[in-house]
């Protein structure tokens, strides 16, 4: 089966221009004022800062797991200054098993350059954002959006899923963004800027409620009237969205390492990853809880060998005093 393909989605573009797109914004601000959650990050008091930590924290992971760990972020670093002040480890520490831990140190070089370059504040613009180290397209555009008020136009993996059914007919959008997603999410934004923020923020949130991947909620719907899906009969997919393989794997031995290295307050010797430590008669306590864990994977030695230099490689762990640390 093909895949849709640019030429079908700049005709959805074009359909878009005739599909009220007054009444639809409307409908969808009302369900968005009536329905949306509750979250810290949305709050009116909640500052640039803590607007950006969201947006990296939420990327491939779902709120119920960011929650706790942006609640203590921001205790700890309620302003860029306080997170740039200290080593890059602690940022890493605290990520807590949100996974993907290189975030962490982004958002740590993030600070820094705030601090250095835009005087403690978080610049206001795509184009700055932009500039920050590990701010893409997407995160520059949700923090100018959510955070100053901008009209930029947001695109995630819920906008674009919601978009493809709504507009195009489509049961899943392709597996990559593309530039004639990019003009139809544009094509749809209202002109109005206070609105067009709400814009993104609400259909975002019905592609993480209602239109979702697997099971969506149609009847919940407030514009299942014009969803271009429902009136082609809700074809399926014309390809198989490929989960992340979890068990087994690289990642999840990294995981299991930096759980190690998270807790240790010295120096982790290299030899102490690679076999058990004896049994003493009693509980396991500190480090030996977390490395119990990484000896029950019985990975082979040459995939722990690759897990460790990766780790050193993305400046995760550093060597030192003859052990691995989190970075100082």
């Known amino acids: 089966m093909s895949l849709p393909g640019s030429a079908e989605?700049?005709?959805?573009?074009e359909l878009a221009?005739?599909?009220?797109?007054?009444?639809?914004?409307?409908?969808?601000?009302?369900?968005?004022?009536?329905?949306?959650?509750?979250?810290?990050?949305?709050?009116?008091?909640?500052?640039?800062?803590?607007?950006?930590?969201?947006?990296v924290m939420l990327q491939q992971t779902p709120v119920v797991r960011v929650l706790p760990v942006w609640e203590d972020w921001m205790e700890r670093w309620p302003e860029p200054a306080d997170l740039a002040n200290e080593p890059s480890g602690e940022a890493v520490r605290h990520w807590g098993r949100l996974g993907y831990p290189?975030?962490?140190?982004?958002?740590?070089?993030?600070?820094?350059?705030?601090?250095?370059?835009?005087?403690?504040?978080?610049?206001?613009?795509?184009?700055?954002?932009l500039s920050l180290p590990g701010v893409g397209d997407y995160t520059a555009a949700a923090v100018a959006a959510f955070a100053?008020?901008?009209?930029?136009?947001?695109?995630?993996?819920?906008?674009?899923?919601?978009?493809?059914?709504?507009?195009?007919?489509?049961?899943?959008?392709?597996?990559?963004?593309?530039?004639?997603?990019?003009?139809?999410?544009?094509?749809l934004m209202p002109d109005d800027v206070g609105l067009s923020v709400r814009w993104n923020a609400s259909v975002m949130e019905l592609g993480a409620l209602v239109c979702t991947a697997r099971s969506p909620k149609c009847p919940d719907c407030p514009v299942r009237d014009s969803c271009a899906w429902l009136a082609a009969g809700e074809p399926r997919p014309t390809y198989t969205p490929k989960g992340q393989a979890w068990h087994g794997t690289d990642r999840q031995l990294r995981g299991a390492v930096m759980a190690?290295?998270?807790?240790?307050?010295?120096?982790?010797?290299?030899?102490?990853?690679?076999?058990?430590?004896?049994?003493?008669?009693?509980?396991?306590?500190?480090?030996?809880?977390p490395l119990a864990a990484l000896h029950r994977l019985n990975s082979a030695p040459e995939q722990l060998e690759r897990a460790?230099?990766?780790?050193?490689?993305?400046?995760?762990?550093?060597?030192?005093?003859?052990?691995?640390?989190?970075?100082?």
């Open 17 to 55: 221009g005739t599909h009220h797109l007054t009444d639809l914004h409307q409908s969808m601000d009302r369900w968005f004022s009536e329905v949306a959650r509750v979250l810290p990050w949305r709050s009116p008091d909640c500052s640039p800062w803590g607007i950006l930590v969201s947006e």
């Open 102 to 129: 290189r975030r962490a140190l982004r958002l740590h070089a993030a600070a820094v350059a705030i601090v250095e370059q835009h005087g403690g504040r978080v610049p206001d613009t795509h184009a700055s954002l």
């Open 9 to 13: 989605i700049a005709s959805a573009a």
């Open 260 to 289: 190690v290295l998270r807790v240790a307050d010295s120096p982790v010797a290299p030899e102490l990853f690679e076999r058990p430590a004896a049994d003493l008669g009693f509980a396991a306590e500190g480090t030996a809880v």
């Open 308 to 328: 460790l230099e990766g780790l050193l490689r993305d400046g995760l762990a550093e060597m030192h005093d003859g052990g691995l640390r989190l970075p100082a």
């Open 148 to 187: 100053f008020g901008r009209r930029e136009t947001v695109v995630d993996t819920n906008i674009r899923r919601v978009h493809a059914r709504l507009v195009s007919g489509l049961a899943l959008p392709a597996p990559s963004l593309t530039a004639s997603e990019m003009r139809l999410a544009q094509s």
